[in-house]
Nanobody, 122 residues
Framework: VQLVESGGGSVQTGGSLRLSCATS????????MGWFRQGPGKEREFVAS????????YYTDSVKGRFTISRDNAKNTVYLQMNSLTPEDTGVYYCAAGVTGAETLEKKATYWGQGTQVTVSS
């Protein structure tokens, strides 16, 4: 199963990016999807997740009000809209999928993407 992330790049503080993660190998609507990130010298951390029917979304506290996760089940794609970016958001962003609740995706993700780099400069 391949999860293919795109949309990363370099922006200045206060800028925006929209990440996408697409797959064609799973029954997409059955899977909770999420985004994780790993900053320089840091452990990988949970960013956001969304249930298969988009009813439930979860965010880590540091991105609430700035990031929005969404999905288009017709396109087998999940998105992460990132606004008001700061240097602390710098890292490799990974997409993940699991047949689990969105709130437990961090522990039960089955598939992972290769990651896309996000760099925010001050």
């Amino acid at each position: 199963v391949q999860l293919v992330e795109s949309g990363g790049g370099s922006v200045q503080t206060g800028g925006s990016l929209r990440l996408s993660c697409a797959t064609s190998d799973i029954t997409f609507s059955l899977y909770a999807m999420g985004w994780f990130r790993q900053g320089p010298g840091k452990e990988r951390e949970f960013v956001a997740s969304i249930s298969g029917n988009s009813r439930y979304t979860y965010y880590t506290d540091s991105v609430k009000g700035r990031f929005t996760i969404s999905r288009d089940n017709a396109k087998n794609t999940v998105y992460l809209q990132m606004n008001s970016l700061t240097p602390e958001d710098t890292g490799v962003y990974y997409c993940a999928a699991g047949v689990t609740g969105a709130e437990t995706l961090e522990k039960k993700a089955t598939y992972w993407g290769q990651g896309t780099q996000v760099t925010v400069s001050s």
